[in-house]
Every structure is written in C-alpha cells, then in structure tokens.
C-alpha cells in the first residue's frame, strides 16, 4: 500500500482498533509492526506445537450481553469473538497466611461478602462502598454532592491514593489487604495507586465477573485482521519505525530503519508513547513544556511471568474457574518498595492465570490431559537489576549472560517456593516451563521499562493527566496504555478506537477542503 489514508505504528490492541475504526469509516490505514507477531501484549507465543500461552490476556471484565467489549467489538465490525464466563462466585480467588477471599461478581456480593468476612469493621467498609459509588457515578460523567468521607479527606478523589482513604477509615492490615489486592493489574501499591484507577479497575470487573475468550488471544486478534484486512487496510510485519516524519509543522508519513519512507496524511503511534514523542518526533518538534513534562512521566512497574504447562487434566486440579492470588505475607508495600529500589522480593506476591480452566475446550491452548498456565509477579524495571548495560529496545543483548540467568533463577525459584508454601503440591509433571523478565517485554514490544501498564497510576499521571490522543502535531495521534484511556485490552481497545474515529474525522474534513467545501464546524 503506497498511499494509505492513515499509518498505524504498532500493532497492539490500541493499533488495531484503530486501524479497525478506519476501516469502519471507510479508510485504508496501514499498519507496520516492528515484531514478526500481530498483537502487542495481546499476542501468543507457541510451544512444542502443543500449547499457546496468552502474554497480556488474563481475564475480562464487561463481557455479558450489552457489555462493553460486545459494544465495542461490534462497533468497529468485528465478528466471531465468543466470551466464557469464569466463576461468578469468585473470578479471583485470595490467599493470605490466616485467611482466604473469594472476589464475586457485582458491588452488592462483594459488599455483603466484605462485611461477612469483617464483621467488626462493617462502618468502615460502608464508607468506603458509598465513595466508590461516588467514584462511579463521577467517572461516568454525572455527579451530586460529595460524600462525607470526601468532605472529610478535603480534596476530589482524582487527588486521592488508595493508601489515603484506608487510611481516613482507619482500616485494619487485613482489610486494606483484601480491598487492594488487584493492585497486581496496574502496576502500583496504594501508597502511590490512584483511587480512580483502582475503583475503575474494580468496577470493570464487578460489573458482570470475569471472562475469557472462547480460543484465547489468537480469537481476538484474529477476528479484528479479519475485518481490517476485509476493508482494505494492511498490517505489515518486521517494519520497525524508525521516524515520524514532519514537515511544515505537521506529521506526513514514516521512515522506516531498515531505510525507505511512507507517507499518509495522518499518522496514529501505538507504540511506547515516551518513544514515539521524544525519539520518533523529536523535541525539537514539541513544546518545551510536553517535552519536558515526558521527560518526568514515571512508568508502572513491570512483570516477571512463568508460563508453564503440566501434564495433569484441569479438572484433576480441584479448582474452580478463578484467578489465584498469593500473598504470603501482609507485606504488599514493602514487596513494591523491593522493586522500586531495583531489587529481587524475597518472599513475592504471585498471580496464577490457568488458561486451561478459563476455555477448557481451547485444544490450541493445551491438549487433553494438560494443563496450560501462568504465574507473574512485580519485578525490578533497572536495567542493573538484570545484569544488563543497554536496553533492549537501544539493541543491548541480555540473554545467556551469567548475571541475567542469575537473577532470572533466583526470581523464579522465589515465586515457586511460594506456590509450594501456599498450595502444596500444585505444581506437578511439568512438561514445558520458560520465564519473561521486564528485558523480554521490551524486545517485544519496546516498552520504556519493560512495562505492560504504560506510565503508574498515580494521581498526579492519572486520567486527563496523562496524555490525549490528540497531540499538539497536527495529523499526530496516539493510542495505547500511556493515554488517557489507560491500559489493558479494554483500555487500549477504547483508546484505539477513539484515536481512529477522531483520525477518520480529521480525513474527512481535510478531504473537505481538498474539494472545495465548506469546513465542518
């Protein structure tokens, strides 16, 4: 395609929407994705042609009919993505040393089993449920008077931590504990989590429980190449972007580092927002105040994952439908502070995602008789901490060295002694294993840090605080986690979508004028 409408960089779920978008409204939009792999974190990897791990794909929420994903998916003329429901009675499932809590679908049931669960700190648990309302409705565009709590703190809530409004209701460890306990979904503990991005997390999922996708990540992304190739548009892989190019003050097309330009009238970066601006655009073509303000965005902490499969049936498991958190210790601010400081935790927080429960008759996921899953954690994003000098994304090798396979080892034997400690004999017959380090996640998709989450969500980098999809270049657009919409596959496809509508509308009024007729207003 030698003249697109539009040039997506990057082909995560952000670009595709986008790309999808256009075609929606008519557009030829060309993707080029600098990996050999279509889907950004959304994508998957196989193993010994037997098993297909999901990398970003972990569990949906908004999924049953009229949900958000439907809406979305079908807003943008996309077909045959099928959801599984995960166990209504606790999508997530809790351990701590003394006590286990089962999260279930809507506000009600997580309220009432809150109260069951902590019959002495009813009052507080009410205040908190009537703020997160308040966070709702306000989020959702309508608003009324502030609660007391709110009056109380004597700030709004987009100012707000987590950790501070625990505080405000004087919560026990336990509690603050439970309440917190998806903080592994973004990236921050609540001393620096935002309290919008955490109830908005929390209500993505309570709305309606967690989902799946009938066939895993490839469902997807397959039925969204589907419907942008079926238009006309194009995903070109290997075509890493080297330069967006600018010219009289607008950004006109490409240039690609394996040498060769393309031009198009709009140009939408899905890519590492931090790289896309400062390294692809240039400061010299930004403001000093966005320049200097990308400068100082601080970037969500990264993941440590296993994917592991296992000769053993699902249903020898004795699990229900659930994601498993593991927290050994009532100690999530300090296992955060260990990675901040670049390094190791001792004793990690481990997430476990078993694919094979989620879509048992997924045969790409896991043949009979196996067992497909992932266990992550927070890591260290210094490139120190993993033995490295040069960052992936700059060329720098890491793989085979001593010190990286050291801490690589060291990180993977922690997490599986907590596994053993909390769920004994669990893991078993295990017949492929391999770890992705923050290094791994930014040779694939070029991260700033090796974060799948984009900047922290923290109130000062929170909602209109981080980026807009519209830059101050004219024919520049954005889409992906470090935008206002925030990250995730449900927030990467929102961010996505949007950026190729508004794009979309720019085309038409440029083509507008092109023809003589009157601008839109």
């Known amino acids: 395609m030698e003249r697109p409408d539009a040039i997506i960089i990057g082909s995560g779920m952000g670009g595709l929407s986008a790309a999808a978008a256009l075609v929606k409204a008519g557009k030829r939009p060309l993707i080029l994705e600098h990996h050999f792999a279509v889907g950004g974190n959304a994508q998957t990897f196989r193993r010994r042609k037997m098993f297909d791990f999901d990398v970003g794909l972990h569990y949906l929420g908004d999924c049953g009919p009229g949900g958000a994903f439907p809406t979305m998916l079908q807003a943008m003329g996309v077909e045959g993505v099928e959801f599984a429901p995960m166990d209504q009675d606790g999508f997530d499932t809790l351990h701590f040393p003394d006590l286990t809590f089962r999260v279930p679908a809507t506000w009600d049931r997580y309220g009432d089993r809150l109260r069951a669960a902590f019959p002495g700190e ?226 990690p927080m481990v997430f476990i995602s078993i694919a094979s429960l989620k879509d048992p008759t997924g045969e790409n996921l896991a043949p009979p008789g196996y067992t497909n899953l992932q266990l992550m954690t927070i890591a260290p994003a210094q490139l120190t901490s993993w033995g490295a000098e040069k960052s992936p994304a700059e060329g720098g090798r890491y793989r085979h060295r001593g010190s990286y396979e050291t801490t690589k080892a060291v990180l993977r034997e922690r997490m599986l002694a907590v596994v053993e400690e909390m769920m004994p004999g669990f893991i078993r017959n295990v017949v492929w294993e391999e770890c992705a380090t923050p290094l791994t996640q930014e040779r694939f998709t070029l991260s700033s840090g090796g974060t799948s989450y984009g900047f922290e969500h923290t109130p000062d980098q929170f909602f209109s605080k981080r980026l807009s999809h519209q830059t101050e270049l004219p024919g520049l657009y954005l889409c992906g986690a470090s935008t206002t919409f925030g990250h995730g596959i449900a927030g990467a496809m929102v961010g996505g979508m949007v950026a190729g509508q508004t794009a979309a509308a720019a085309l038409r009024v440029r083509g507008n004028r092109h023809e003589g007729s009157a601008e839109p207003s």
């Open 122 to 347: 009813r009052a507080a648990i009410d205040r908190y449920l009537e703020y997160a309302q308040c966070v709702r409705a306000s989020m959702g565009g309508s608003g009324g008077d502030p609660p007391p709590l709110q009056r109380m703190l004597g700030k709004p809530w987009t100012d707000l931590t987590l950790s501070e409004v625990f505080d405000a209701l004087e919560m026990s460890v336990q509690l603050r504990h439970v309440l917190a306990a998806e903080c592994g979904t973004y990236g921050a503990p609540p001393s620096r989590a935002s309290l919008g991005i955490h109830i908005g997390v929390m209500d993505h999922y309570l709305k309606s429980g967690g989902w799946y996708i009938h066939g895993g990540a490839p469902a997807l992304i397959n039925g969204f190449v589907r419907a942008i190739e079926r238009g006309g548009g194009e995903i070109k892989l290997r075509s890493r972007v080297e330069r967006v190019l600018v010219e009289g003050g607008r950004a006109v097309g490409v240039r690609l580092a394996k040498g060769g330009e393309l031009r198009a009238p709009v140009v939408i970066s899905n890519a590492d927002a931090k790289r896309t601006l400062l390294e692809m655009v240039g400061d010299d073509h930004l403001s000093p105040t966005l320049a200097e303000r990308l400068k100082e965005y601080r970037m969500a902490l990264p993941l440590f994952v296993i994917y592991m499969a296992m000769h053993v049936p699902p249903e020898e498991l004795g699990l229900p439908n659930s994601n498993i958190n593991l927290f050994p210790d009532y100690t999530l601010e300090e296992h955060h502070e260990q990675c901040y400081a670049g390094q190791v935790p001792e004793r």
